[in-house]
């Protein structure tokens, strides 16, 4: 076998051990949902749970990982994080993220949007909008 053989069975293979991975800088964190619960002392610890699994399965994190997100950290810091490498974008986590928001909270991602957004900024519109749908249906 060629070395350029071997050279590219190592690249898939490393690769396909880093999928679902979480970027380098957050992944040695521990579990941040003291943050998430002192930053949201009214939303429960499964309404968190559910809007960070959200957040992961958009971007195709490990379920395991979504605890190490903090609600401090940018939507743009993860996505670069996760594509350094990237000169253009394709976003399409984003745009997984902006499809299921709407789909599950009825959340316009491109309506609210802002570079410098953040986990917390983000999820804090998600019970925003849970507790104006809450209130028009019980009126």
Excluded: C
């Excluded at 309404?47 to 959200?54: H, M, P, T």
């Excluded at 902006?98 to 609210?112: M, P, Q, S, T």
Aim: aromatic content about 10%.
């Amino acid at each position: 076998m060629s070395i350029v053989a071997i050279l590219v069975l190592l690249a898939v293979a490393w690769s396909a051990l880093a999928i679902g991975q979480i970027p380098n800088p957050f992944r040695a964190r521990t579990s941040q949902a003291r943050l998430w619960r002192r930053a949201f002392p009214s939303a429960t610890k499964r309404q968190i749970g559910e809007f960070l699994s959200l957040f992961a399965d958009a971007f195709s994190f490990r379920s395991a990982e979504t605890q190490k997100f903090r609600p401090d950290d940018q939507l743009i810091g993860v996505y670069r994080a996760l594509h350094p490498a990237k000169w253009i974008p394709d976003a399409s986590e984003v745009e997984r993220l902006a499809k299921e928001l709407r789909k599950r909270y009825g959340v316009a991602l491109d309506e609210i949007w802002d570079e410098r957004m953040t986990l917390g900024a983000l999820f804090a519109q998600v019970q925003q909008t849970r507790r104006g749908m809450a209130h028009r249906a019980a009126a």
